[in-house]
């Protein structure tokens, strides 16, 4: 599988230039329940084995992350959970924007 990926005329992957997503709201199928549990979880205490069960039930291609620096732990923790599910990750925020080649050496990130 390839680390690399196109958005128009653009390649998204490491060593390239940071490409800043600034919406995925694709993801709820215009379900308004289902909008609402994208947001929550990220809010919600939960342990990573409910975590897991989450991403595979709702069975996401792509999980994406933001994170500020005292939050990068945890955000490369999520990454790792939806990696044994077999999906791409994706992490923003402020940490990734100034470290990004910090960010992308983390084997758990993938763009």
């Known amino acids: 599988m390839s680390s690399q990926f196109k958005i128009g005329r653009r390649i998204?992957?490491?060593?390239?230039?940071?490409?800043?997503?600034?919406?995925?709201?694709?993801n709820h199928n215009h379900d308004y329940k289902r909008a609402l549990k994208?947001?929550?979880?990220?809010?919600?205490?939960?342990?990573d084995d409910?975590?897991?069960?989450?991403?595979?039930n709702f069975n996401?291609?792509?999980?994406?992350?933001?994170?500020v620096t005292d939050l990068m732990k945890a955000a490369i923790n999520v990454c790792n959970i939806a990696k044994k599910v077999g999906a791409k990750t994706v992490i923003g925020?402020?940490?990734?924007?100034?470290?990004?080649?910090e960010t992308l050496a983390f084997e758990e990130v993938d763009f």
Do not use: Q, R, Y
Request: glycine share 8%; aromatic share 2%.
């Open 93 to 101: 925020g402020v940490h990734p924007t100034i470290l990004p080649n």
């Open 60 to 67: 996401a291609d792509i999980v994406a992350v933001g994170a």
């Open 50 to 56: 409910k975590l897991l069960e989450e991403i595979k």
């Open 12 to 26: 998204i992957g490491k060593n390239k230039p940071v490409f800043i997503v600034a919406e995925m709201s694709g």
């Open 38 to 47: 994208i947001i929550d979880a990220a809010a919600l205490n939960i342990s």
